[in-house]
């Protein structure tokens, strides 16, 4: 499976901005995570791709929505109300496995997208 996430880019605090994940090949789950500088990559969302069905992490929760589009075998990643925090390169992943919030359980990952929320 290959993943090519799209995007990024530079929006202010309070605005708006979708990334897209397109997946070559069958997959299961496709999360997304995102790490800031310095820090760890963390979970931000996953969608069982068969049910439509997400998860997400507590930060983002009520802004993000993940939906996918099966027709062009792409995920996106909506965010609205972003923050500054929200400041992170943004990595799209697929499992063929069941959906999780763990990285070590998504076997590809995509090649990361830039956002940059500025204040």
């Known amino acids: 499976v290959q993943l090519q996430a799209s995007g990024g880019g530079l929006v202010q605090a309070g605005g708006s901005l979708t990334l897209s994940c397109a997946a070559s090949g069958r997959t299961f789950t496709v999360g997304w995570f995102r790490q800031a500088p310095g820090k760890e990559r963390e979970f931000v969302g996953t969608?069982?791709?068969?049910?439509?069905?997400?998860e997400y992490a507590d930060s983002v929760r009520g802004r993000f929505s993940i939906s996918r589009d099966n027709a062009k075998s792409t995920a996106y990643l909506q965010m609205n109300s972003l923050k500054p925090e929200d400041t992170a390169v943004y990595y799209c992943?697929?499992?063929?496995?069941?959906?999780?919030?763990?990285?070590?359980?998504?076997?590809?990952w995509g090649q990361g997208t830039q956002v940059t929320v500025s204040s």
């Open positions: 969608i069982r791709w068969r049910s439509g069905s997400t």
């Open positions: 992943a697929a499992s063929r496995g069941l959906a999780s919030h763990s990285e070590r359980e998504y076997e590809f």
